[in-house]
Structures are given as structure tokens and as C-alpha cells.
């Protein structure tokens, strides 16, 4: 299939600028594409590929200042990210038709689960008693979905993710490969002998709609009541989420992330990979944390920025980060200050006494 | 079902404060617990919802002090968390009858098997050749149990649990979905044209009665001999166990940590989360190691208490922090210092030289 | 099966020094070792067990300085390491027949799939459309090879692993169980309204020949193009890859390591554990990362070396390192300074004074 940059103009609502008739027949990205590519440049440190690269359409933001001649076709579009991600989006319903319907013959599903139209339930899938799979939804092979747990409409659960007895997932949630939700909180009482013993895990997960959650992450239930992801939350890959934890709307965590158990995490905060989040403190809304930040306290006042581990404000950490690589020269500073001062003292006492005499 | 105050104190040894027959239907946490409902308080952050909730009863520690007036009838214990779990084991036990029976139909049972009576071998698991499950232990859909391996008796494999050939698990043992057992330990032999050659790694894993694994962890078999999780332990989410470790009874290791190769950790150790250990050293018994710290040596003195990265004394490294939180400052005075300093120095020699004028 | 000393040095070209007859009938690690067992020293950390060992059979590095008497018969070599890897790797053929073939009856694969000669398919795995294993491969229970996507000549795919569509992986690959390679990269547009908007991953991941990947590890699929791994990578447990990465030949990364979208790691690299790389940066042949190291820059010199987080040049950080330590001390000899300075001052002043009289 061919599109030309006027018909690719008119979908995303972009000016053309260079040769309305400029055809593409595949996306790239900008610092691989070539001849009858289309591509984009969002990000600023991809701006000189601009005007290196053989694509035939680049999509630009028409805030980019151009500042040499470029070969492609360009479209200019308020948010050339937004725009690419919606033409990948067409693209991909052309090309994959990812959509499954049907009961895989070797599934293994209760009697007494209920499952909706248009459902797909893939090869050695299970789904066990009283479970609910609604319309359109997506269980790929060797899922296993326990008893009483539900998955809304149209969500899409990738292949080997096992959702425990009685977590609930919502409408439109994705789930990657791997996942674990509803594993037992990790709850035990000291004994006096040394040992622990189990604190039952009653609670389970509940995810609502529109949550996209990566492989091999670990969700696990309440000790009581939920475990709770809200509305458009996105989770990255190998993320850990303990019993109790609560994560606000559109909150976006990267990879390797945990979050320690009853924690409460606002709405609209960002957090970056391998970042570690203390048990029992609520973090404010529109917070953002640094990757491989430690946090060990609460955040009162939303839209704070941080970094470090322990982690704090996010300006001063940098300033203590800078000075921590000067260490060496400052403590050779100090050191000859001391020398000087010392010194200074030596000359003083000595011209006391000279004075004196 | 419906449980009164007094009925409550008499299985935990409990003393009643308030009305004996207040009665209760479920279980839920102190912040979010209303009428009819059981609660507890242990950590003392929790302690401000006693005098709010409006839960009907709620267990306490003997040694809280009550500041002011509680609507809820209290029960008082000497350890209200373990009172607590003791109920709530009794109520799991009620509401949910975990404990399964038979072989699925769709299982692969390998004929060289031995398989122990009152067993669950749920959908598509699959059990290798001679391997052993032993009398009332639980495998659940979809699990992989190698040739030559064993799960003791009453141990609970969840769904998606991959068990590699001739790995030995103990009884009482708990295993979270999605946990890898006995893949090859991270052994490579570089060689001169800057490939590496992989050494075989033909040990096994041996995992102890009554440890508890949480999930998608991954625990590597020994080169030689074996990789040693001890009685009793307990381990959180996604934790990394190197080949030819040692785990000593009863230590704890929160969610994340990773352990490198040959390091043995004793008993009673308490290690947070995200916690990174090298490979080839020792841990004394008792250590306590804070989240996210990383630690480069042996420990030799039990009771030790570290943290930061590289880790070292829990208290001088506090201290640390602290300063570097002021390095700023710090580095200011430094500097106003040095211009004081070079002040007085320009004075007094000015002076030396006013007085030999 | 016994070897004798004399046997096991015409294997690796060593030279025996001792009973040329001693015999072992198996491996063991120098510090459990016994009568009869072969072991190596390699590590000069285990030294010391030389002279102390029961070990019948010994195998050194030919530059080691032996300074006391030592039981065992020795056989000396070059590299103690590689030849006793050989040795495992002999002595693993014969006692496994690891190498498996045929298509369990339960298996469910794709009609249109291409399945070569001397294939192993494992129970319940499943083969999607167009999928192509190569002559000699070894899926294990459980895995799922997705629609178009390839498993070169004799790789070795254990229980359990997610291989998503069009994902291809080459010759003599190892991978553990419980990885996911192929799920969606994380990739969203924020939108006005605070959500994000899902930007579809079209790509797919390359993992190249002789490449061995850990358990439970995570590779993201392409925005566009492919993510990476070139050949003769080995990662360890844990790992997280993110979409667009290219990980350079013969690179060795510990695990829990994760590296962000889009990143270029050079070849010959050896990356610590846990370690945190961000996105879209540049990192050159040879460099080496220290464990736990946050790397938010690109490294443009070839064998550089860093440590910390924010990671910066190995020895310069070790030095700050040092001196964090000694931050406290350091802050009482600045305090202890700005009190003789104080003194220094008011004396010269007083003085000044007094000169003025």
C-alpha cells in the first residue's frame, strides 16, 4: 500500500510542505528510514537526522525550526508524536488483524464461568469456576484465570499471565506476558522461636479500566480489601506492587519499580525505572521520582520533583550529587586550609610573643 | 456467620473491653473497616483510626495506652498481630477451601512418576520423568515439574511455577506463580577471541520445608552441589538467587533483592527490598540490611545493621546522608572560609611587612 | 565412572603433578570437595582451600605459586577455569542426555507452521501460524511461539517462555524459562486530558546466534525496526531490554540490570547487576559498569570504567566514595577551622586595635 503526503495530511490534519504527491509505503524510524519511508522527529535530540535522512515524509512539529534543507517531504502537525502514534495506530489495524474470537478446544474452562460474546480463550488457557470473561475479551494461550476472578470487555490478556482467584481486571486493560496479580501479600508474624509464620492474604487485586500493565511485573493481593490500580495507569515491565498499595489515575511507572505494601500513590504522577517506594506513606498527586530513587517519606505537596536515595527535592539533590564528585578536591581544600590556618596561628603567637617582648 | 466480642477473645486469649457481645461479620483494615466489621491495630502509625473507626471490635496490644474515648468494643492481647493472623487462618480456613484433590484429566503425569495420595495436579502441568509429589501437595495449572524433581509433602506450587530437572523442594513450602527454579547459574569462560564459553552448570537447588517463594523470583541451580534456600525462609517478589548460594533458616529478603553467586547469608537475616549482595561472601547471622543498600563485603559480627551503597554501619551511614543533604552549605563555608583566610593571611603579612618598615 | 589424573590431563593438555593414578568419580566445589572428587582453583579467593582440601584431583593455573604441601594430585594448566568447564561439559554429556526430539501428542501447533527435522516440542506448547522452528530446536513445556516468528538451528527454549509474533531468534540461542521477548515497548502520548494514549509497538526483537538469556527476563518488541541482541550477548535473570535497544556483540550484563528505550551498548561490554541505564544514549566497546551504577550519559571512550549513581569514572568515584564516609569527620574539622579562623580573626583585629593605640 502507498499513501501520499497529501493523504497522510488530510488524516492527521497537517500542512504539507515540499511535494504533496511524495508516497510511502513503510514507517520507520528517522535515523533508519529510507527511500518511500515515512517518519518523525519529536524528540530534539533527533533533529539533526532531519536533515541527514532519506525518508520521503517526515512528520515535524510546526514548532520545529528548520535551520538547513531537508530532502523529505515534511508535515508540520502540533504534536508530531501524538500524530505519528495515531498513523502506527491505523497502520497497525491494516496490517495485524489482532483481534482473536473463539474457545480454543484444548482451553480448560469451568462449567461455571461465564464467558461473553466474541471472546478468545487460547490453546491450554484455563479459567476456573464462576469466573467472568466479558465481550470482546482477548485470553491468550496458557492464561490462567482463577476462580470468581473477572476480565472486562475487551481487554487483552497476553499469553502465561496468571490472575488469582477473586482479583477483578477492568474494561480495556492490557496485560503482558508473564504478569502475576493476585500473588499473597508478603505478610508474616515474628514467632518466638525465630521463625515466621503466614499472615493470610483474604484481599485480592482490583485494576480498573483502561490500565496497561507489562511482562513479568507482580501484583499482589490485599491482606484485606484491595490492592488497587486506577483508571489509566501504566505499568512498565518487572514491576512490583505489594499487598494494600494503592496507585492513582494515569499514574506512569518505568521498570523495576517497586512499591511497598499500603502505600498510596496520587493521580498523573511519573516514576521512573528501578525506583524503591517504602511501605505505609501516600505520595501526593503529579509527583515526579527519578529513576533509581529510594523514597522513604511521605510527599505532601503535589507536582514536587525528586531524586536520590534516600530521595529529596529534586534541584538540591543534583546540587549535592555535583559536589559529591568535587569530594576529593574539597577535602584537599580543606586540608590546606588547615595548613594555612595552622600557619597563620604559629605566626600569630609567635609575633604575640615577639610583641611581648 | 456472625461472631460476638467474647467468642473472639476466647480463641485468642483475649480480654474484653467494652460490650461482650458486640458481633462482627467480616474482616477489614482499621482506615477503612465500618460497622460490624473486625479490625486491629499494631503499628503505631495506625493508632489515630482507634479513636475514628467505626469498626465494632478491634484488637489492640495490652500495652497500647488509650488516649481518648473508642466507640468499637476492644480486645486486648499481647500481640495484636498475631492475634490477628491467627483469626484470620481460622477465617481463610471457613470462606475458602483451598485444598485440592486429584489429577486433572489434561495433566501430563509422566508414568515414571510417584505421585503421593490426596494430590492436585492441576490442568496442563506437566511432571517429568521420576520425578516425586509427595502426599497432599498442591500443583497447580499449568506448572512444570522436571525429571527427577520433588515437591514435599503439603507444599503449594501455584500456577505457571517452572521446577527444572532434579531440584529438591521441602514440605510446608509455599511457591508464587510465574517462580523459576534450578535454570542454569550465570557461569561463562571467557575466551581469547571475546566470545565466552558457557560452563555447564549441573548442580541442583534445594529448597527447605516451610519456605515461602513469592513470585516470577528466579532461583538458580549450582554449578556443582547445590544452591540452599534453608528452613523456614521467607522470600518477597522477583528476587534474583545466584547459583551456590546459601540462604540460612529464617531469614527474610524483601521484593527485588539480588544475591550474586556463592554467597552465604545466615539465619534471622532481615534484608529489604531492591538490596544487590556480591558473590563469594558472608553474612553473619542477624543481619539486618536497608532497601536499596549494596553490599561489597563480608559481614562477620552478627547483628550488624548496614546500609547505602556501598553499604557500611547503619548509624555512621545516616550520618553521611545527612551531611550530604548540606554538601551546599557545606561547600560555602568552605569557600567564605578560604576568602577569610586569605584575608587575615594579607593582613598579617602586610603587617609583617608594616612592622619591619 | 572413574577417570584418573593421568586421563583427565591428556583431555585438557595438563600436566600432572602427583599420582598419576589418583582417581575421582565426581565434581565438586574445592571447599566441599572429598576423596574421590575433581575440583579446580581458579579464584585466588579459594586458595586456601588447596592446602586443605580432600579433593583426590586438583586443577590449577600453571602460573599459581603452590607455597605449602598440598594432598591432592594437581593437574596444571593455562586456565583452570576454561579446561575444567571442558571437563563439566564432557561430564554433562554423559550424564544427561539433554537433547530431546519429537512433538509431544499434546503440543498444539499451527498447521501452517514449518517444523525442521529432530525437533523437540514439549507438552502444551503452542506453535503459531507461519511460525518456523529450526532443525534440531527444543521448545519445553509450556512455551508460546507466536504467529511468523522463528527459533534457529538447536536453540534451546525452556518451559514457559513467551516469544511474541514475528520475533526471530537465532542459532544455538539459550533461553530460560519464564522470559518474554517480543511484548509492546512503553511507549505513550500524554494527552490534554491527563491519559496517556497507547503508541503501538510495530517493531520486533532480534536476539542473534549463540546468545543465552536468563530466566524470567523481558524484551520489548520495536517502536519500528527491531530491538536487538547481537551476538554472543549472555544476560543473566531479571533483565529488562526496552524497545529499540541494540545490545553489541559478546556484551555480558549481571542480572536485574535494565536498560531504557532506544539505548546503544557497544560489544565486549560487561554491565553489573541491577544497574540502570537510561534511554537513547550511546555506550562504547569495552566499557564496563560497575553493579548498581545509574548511567544518564552516553560513553563515547572505548574500556572506560564507572561506578555510581549518577555513574561517572570508576576511580574518581571510589575516591568520593571514600571520603562520604568521611563526611562527619570532615564536617567537624571544618566546624573545628571556622572556630580557630573566628579567633584568628578577633585576635588580629584586637590587636589592629591595640597597634592603633
Known amino acids: 500500500m502507498h499513501f501520499t503526503a497529501e493523504q497522510i495530511a488530510s488524516l492527521i490534519q497537517g500542512k504539507v510542505e515540499g511535494d504533496p504527491q511524495a508516497s510511502v509505503s513503510k514507517v520507520a524510524k528517522i535515523e533508519d528510514a529510507s527511500t518511500g519511508d515515512l517518519s518523525f522527529v519529536a524528540n530534539p535530540k533527533y ?10 515524509i517526515i512528520i515535524v512539529n510546526d514548532s520545529l525550526n528548520i535551520e538547513s534543507s531537508v530532502k523529505a517531504t515534511l508535515i508540520k502537525v502540533k504534536d508530531a508524536y501524538s500524530s505519528f502514534a495515531l498513523l502506527l495506530e491505523r497502520y497497525n489495524d491494516l496490517i495485524s488483524n489482532g483481534h482473536r474470537s473463539g474457545i480454543d478446544s484444548t482451553a480448560s474452562v469451568s462449567e461455571s464461568a461465564k464467558i461473553g460474546a466474541d471472546v478468545y ?9 464462576n469466573a467472568h470473561i466479558a465481550e470482546g475479551a482477548q485470553i491468550y494461550p496458557g492464561c490462567v484465570i482463577g476462580d470468581n476472578a ?14 488469582y482467584n477473586d482479583c477483578i481486571i477492568g474494561d480495556n486493560v492490557i496485560i503482558h506476558s508473564g504478569t502475576v496479580i493476585g500473588s499473597d501479600g508478603f505478610g508474616f508474624a515474628p514467632q518466638k522461636d ?36 486506577k483508571k489509566g495507569v501504566k505499568l512498565d515491565n518487572l514491576i512490583q506492587i505489594a499487598h494494600n498499595v494503592e496507585i492513582g489515575e494515569n499514574t506512569v511507572i518505568a521498570a523495576q519499580t ?44 503535589p507536582k514536587t520533583a525528586l531524586t536520590g536515595s534516600p530521595a529529596y527535592d529534586y534541584k538540591s539533590s543534583l ?19 588547615e595548613k594555612t590556618v595552622e600557619e597563620l596561628s604559629a605566626l600569630l603567637s609567635e609575633k604575640n610573643i615577639s610583641d611581648k617582648k
Open 258 to 301: 517497586g512499591i511497598s505494601g499500603s502505600t498510596k500513590i496520587g493521580r498523573n504522577c511519573v516514576i521512573g525505572g528501578q525506583v524503591g517506594i517504602v511501605g505505609h506513606i501516600t505520595i501526593a498527586d503529579y509527583t515526579s521520582i527519578n529513576a533509581q530513587s529510594g523514597l522513604a517519606k511521605s510527599v505532601n505537596t
Open 121 to 129: 480463550v487460547g490453546a491450554f488457557a484455563y479459567i476456573g469456576d
Open 47 to 56: 533533529e539533526e537526522y532531519l536533515y541527514k535522512s532519506n525518508a520521503s
Open 194 to 229: 525465630g521463625s515466621y509464620k503466614k499472615i493470610p492474604q483474604i484481599g485480592n487485586v482490583i485494576v480498573e479500566d483502561n490500565v496497561e500493565i507489562g511482562a513479568n511485573c507482580t501484583i499482589d493481593r490485599a491482606t484485606m480489601g484491595s490492592t488497587r490500580i
Open 319 to 337: 546540587k549535592s550529587q555535583a559536589i559529591f564528585r568535587n569530594l576529593p578536591e574539597i577535602q584537599q581544600r580543606l586540608i590546606s586550609l
Open 150 to 163: 473477572q476480565v472486562g470487555t475487551k481487554s487483552k490478556v497476553y499469553s502465561g499471565v496468571r490472575i
